[in-house]
């Protein structure tokens, strides 16, 4: 009788030490889920507007110059975009697109979403937020996995492939100059370089107030405008000032985290880590009840 | 120094009968070396604390060594049947359902946890529990080659909306077949009852008896073996 109470009290502390070691289990594998962020007023953005901008290029130039990036060669289709898009050694570049209102030009870049799919897909961290709010890429830590690749809603990081075979690769994109910045040596070289200020760059709160200046100033000259990335995927770094509504510039709307990319890290991952906790408890719970129940002197 | 023994010595002789083929076993321990690497490199890309090692030129390397191992565990099954044509055909009519598998599912606790083996109907060479791993493992092993090939090659070639879903299936499989392979591993090498198991699939023999108590089916023969078990049922429940 008294064998079979010690031998209860055993089982119930071994069961809360190996549910302790399960949950312990579960959350070392847990990814810890940033809350939802607004860009602050005291980050840095570029802003573009599309009315100052005459499209020569400059930006994708000074883009190519600062980052080293080596030219491209492109098809002779007599298209002023060239190259096409944006690539692994293009991160920058004029686009023209055909609008209701007519033919506009559009400097494409890294949007610098606040709420980024390709910071929250990035397995190495060598994607992330730089202190001043835009997406930094340290190249470095960046494996080629390619996630970010296939995760960005505007199609922005490109993967640099090395070696098809092996996979050594990596993702690159506009990192916003980020050495320029932190060096001292001054903003983003496209917005340094545009000889009419259509791209600018300074404090996120002060352009926007700019933009809607500017917007206001082209309503009264009767110019239907409107800011683009104010409060999209949770506030972008890239703001621009539109002539048209944002598809036809081939600009989501609604730009988000592709919602599989959260239930795949938020929802999956922490799934799978209770199933790893649970059947790890499972077996030790087996293991240790079994290893008293079973006599191996009585097994067959 | 001199032992001294409680009671009488006893010899036990094992008389071993064979179970599994070598190229069995060598299939067995190539898929084992292959998808061990494979699950450890995969949940580097995982598990957020095992970031660094997923970082940069450990990362390239993590990578491919999951290429390397894939493109082996990938092709194993593949070359065992064009080798071995006549075990798929075995292994097919050794892994269909049967009514004895019920009978496992209801009896597999007390059998596996208590050791109360009365009510467990006889089982064939692979009883239901390792037939459903099998069967897991062969779903899984789909999943990862229909999701995996085209994340390797497939980026930029197949829509971005396809390719989400393929790594979040990757993970799901990785996840059902990691868990089955802790059970698998603590049946193998921990479990009392299972100890003729790890033995079979080093040396491809077990142990007659063991056959006896554990795959009466494939030891005896469908017929003999219900036979056995319904008279040792009777005997059962006169007492």
């Not at chain 2, 299939?27 to 095992?50: E, N, R, V």
């Not at chain 2, 930029?156 to 802790?182: K, N, Q, T, Y």
Request: some cysteine; glycine content about 8%.
């Amino acid at each position: 009788m008294n064998g079979e109470k010690t031998e209860r009290r055993m089982s119930r502390r071994e069961f809360l030490g190996l549910s302790a070691l399960g949950l312990g289990i579960s959350l070392i594998g847990a990814r810890p889920v940033a809350a939802a962020r607004a860009a602050s007023p005291d980050e840095v953005a570029i802003l573009y507007d599309p009315v100052k901008c005459v499209g020569c290029k400059a930006c994708q130039m000074a883009c190519k110059r600062w980052n080293r990036l080596p030219a491209e060669s492109t098809d002779p289709l007599g298209i002023y975009e060239s190259p096409r898009d944006l690539s692994a050694i293009t991160w920058n570049i004029i686009k023209l697109r055909r609008t209701q209102t007519g033919w506009h030009f559009f400097n494409y870049q890294c949007m610098h979403c606040t709420d980024a799919a390709c910071v929250e897909v990035c397995p190495t961290g060598a994607l992330a937020h730089d202190p001043l709010g835009f997406v930094a890429l340290n190249r470095d830590r960046c494996n080629g996995c390619g996630y970010c690749t296939q995760f960005c809603p505007y199609g922005v990081p490109h993967l640099r492939v090395e070696n098809a075979l092996t996979g050594a690769a990596k993702s690159a994109k506009c990192t916003f100059c980020q050495d320029r910045l932190w060096e001292g040596i001054g903003g983003p070289a496209c917005a340094e370089v545009c000889p009419v200020g259509a791209l600018a760059w300074g404090r996120r709160g002060e352009l926007l107030e700019k933009a809607w200046a500017r917007v206001a100033e082209l309503h009264a000259r009767g110019m239907d405008v409107r800011i683009y990335g104010e409060t999209e995927a949770g506030g972008l770094h890239r703001l621009s000032i539109l002539l048209d509504e944002p598809e036809q510039y081939g600009l989501p709307s609604a730009p988000k985290t592709p919602a599989f990319a959260r239930a795949w890290q938020r929802i999956i991952q922490p799934l799978g880590n209770v199933a790893f906790g649970a059947a790890l408890l499972g077996i030790l719970g087996a293991f240790l009840f079994v290893r008293r129940k079973i006599r191996m002197e009585e097994v067959k | 120094m001199t032992v001294q023994l409680k009671g009488k010595p006893e010899v036990v002789t094992i008389q071993w009968i064979p179970k599994y083929t070598f190229m069995e076993r060598l299939g067995h321990w190539l898929h084992t070396a292959t998808f061990i690497p494979l699950a450890i490199t995969g949940m580097i890309l995982y598990f957020p604390f095992l970031e660094p090692l997923a970082q940069g030129e450990a990362g390239l390397f993590v990578r491919l060594v999951h290429r390397v191992a894939a493109v082996i565990f990938g092709l194993l099954p593949i070359i065992y049947y064009i080798v071995e044509p006549r075990r798929l055909l075995l292994h097919i009519r050794e892994f269909l359902p049967r009514k004895e598998d019920i009978g496992w599912l209801k009896a597999a606790p007390a059998y596996y946890l208590l050791g109360k083996h009365e009510a467990m109907p006889p089982q064939g060479r692979f009883n239901a529990g390792e037939k459903l791993n099998g069967l897991m493992m062969i779903i899984t092993w789909f999943i990862f080659g229909i999701t995996g090939v085209p994340m390797w090659f497939g980026k930029g070639v197949i829509p971005p909306e396809i390719f989400r879903w393929l790594v979040v299936f990757h993970d799901l499989a990785m996840i059902v077949s990691v868990c089955m392979l802790m059970v698998h591993l603590y049946l193998a090498v921990a479990h009392p009852l299972m100890w003729a198991g790890l033995v079979s699939m080093r040396f491809g023999v077990t142990s007659a008896e063991y056959a006896a108590e554990h795959h009466a089916k494939w030891y005896y023969g469908p017929k003999r073996a219900m036979e056995i078990w319904e008279a040792k049922k009777r005997e059962g429940a006169h007492h």
